[in-house]
């Protein structure tokens, strides 16, 4: 069956490090997504891209970056490690049809210290 | 820029209907969507409207859709337990576009 992971599931990590979460899906979906999801903000766009060599910032990409070197994979990396980046991670794909239902992977829980 | 409000939460006993609410801005969204969230797990469709109906039913659920006002529902009949969970509302316009989503209503189904 199709589907999307993310590692690691849990990472603890010190502030200023470099950290770079996974993110594989083999729906062979164009597009991917990053999200954060923090506690009295619900879900926002970190990263996204429309398919490989493409990408894209979102609301809050300030810190992160992504590369689209092939269609399964979106790495997301944190460049310096902050504590407010400490939120847990989702990933998502979806194709470029219409209604673009997002399939979302299980999350990946950080923390900065 | 876009916006999605939702209220935060919900609490109701087995047996009765839920009804979530939600506020958009964008009058250019295409689709609405709720999404569900169970514990410790990622988001999941579980339904979706466009922008040009009023309603949809789906077993359990309906959604209803006011468009002069931008308010979405999601009305759940007959709530169980295990329709305990985070529901997002999302809006978006179909295709090569991003979704909005609101903050998450938590509902909570007592027995």
């Known amino acids: 069956d199709a589907e999307i992971t993310q590692s690691p599931r849990h990472k603890i990590t010190e502030t200023g490090r470099q950290v770079t979460l996974a993110c594989h899906q083999t729906?062979?979906?164009?597009?991917m997504f990053w999200y954060r999801q923090d506690l009295g903000h619900g879900l926002r766009l970190i990263h996204y891209s429309y398919g490989v060599q493409d990408t894209n910032k979102g609301e809050v990409s300030d810190g992160y970056s992504v590369s689209r070197s092939n269609t399964e994979d979106l790495p997301l990396t944190l460049e310096s490690a902050a504590s407010s980046q400490t939120s847990v991670y989702f990933c998502?794909?979806?194709?470029?049809?219409?209604?673009?239902?997002?399939?979302f992977g299980p999350g990946t829980r950080l923390t900065v210290l | 820029g876009e916006d999605v409000e939702q209220s935060l939460f919900l609490s109701v006993r087995e047996g009765d209907s839920s009804v979530i609410n939600c506020t958009y801005t964008?009058?250019?969204?295409?689709?609405l969507y709720w999404y569900k969230q169970e514990p410790g797990a990622g988001l999941q469709l579980l339904t979706y409207i466009f922008s040009n109906m009023d309603m949809k039913q789906d077993q359990r659920l309906t959604v209803l859709l006011n468009k002069k006002d931008k308010h979405l529902s999601l009305r759940i009949a007959d709530t169980q337990t295990g329709d305990s969970a985070i529901y997002f509302c999302?809006?978006?316009?179909?295709?090569?576009?991003?979704?909005?989503f609101g903050k998450g209503t938590m509902l909570l189904v007592s027995p």
């Open positions: 964008d009058s250019s969204s295409t689709y």
């Open positions: 999302a809006e978006g316009e179909g295709g090569y576009s991003t979704l909005t």
């Open positions: 998502a794909s979806s194709t470029s049809s219409v209604p673009d239902e997002q399939f």
């Open positions: 729906w062979n979906h164009n597009n």
